[in-house]
């Protein structure tokens, strides 16, 4: 089976990554070590190794929604869900802390920087999606982008802190939950409190066609004096 192949492909890689960083000569020596023939990379890695770093990603975002599948949802509370969801992201890294180090040295490069950033998008909607976010509009989108910064912002610190229990990562992630909640709390409270103003489209709409006459139509008595005072 092709996914077979790929994942051994990956498991390969894994351990040569750590020491050569991600590079088409890992990727050919990974192909290699499965006992696949030269060149074989292109069939199960179309765009090299962008798409066996997709790969790995797309593996771990299925071990982040089987872990949070396994969580009691309904006793937590929507901060509680998203930390604990992105800490099922990190946590998806397993050993491979090292081989995710030179991922993101990689992934940082102009020709990959878009393949990073669809990856951390991905691990977003991953998240909301299995926490029970069922959003359809503009939400769905600045629900993903926030925790894009988020996960983006706490990957470093997660690869950088050597304590087992990632105490200082935990925390950095805590502060910036905190803040993603009280900014959805202050977007809350302006939406409630304007929420009997006019609407500025409207208005405008109106103003563009006419429909506040006494706008953009002067009275007729005031036209009558102008035109006799002259």
Known sequence: ???DKRDLILDAAL???PF???TS????????DVGLPDGAEGLYFEKGVASLLD????KMDVQTEAAIGEMDLASLKIRERVTQGVLARLEALGPHEEAARRASSRLILPDMAGTGLQQIWRAADTIWTAIGDTSTDANYYSKRTILSGVIGATLPVWL???DPDKTKARAFLDARIENVMGFE??????????KDFPNPAEILGQLRYGGLDMFTRPK?????????SR
């Open 1 to 3: 089976m092709t996914d």
């Open 15 to 17: 351990k040569i990554a």
């Open 20 to 22: 050569e960083g991600w």
């Open 25 to 32: 000569l890992t990727l050919k020596r990974a192909v290699r």
């Open 55 to 58: 790969h790995w990603a797309a």
């Open 160 to 162: 950088s802190d050597n």
């Open 185 to 194: 709390k202050l977007k809350w409270q302006v939406k409630s409190a304007t």
């Open 220 to 228: 007729k008595g005031r036209a009558r004096r102008r035109r006799y």
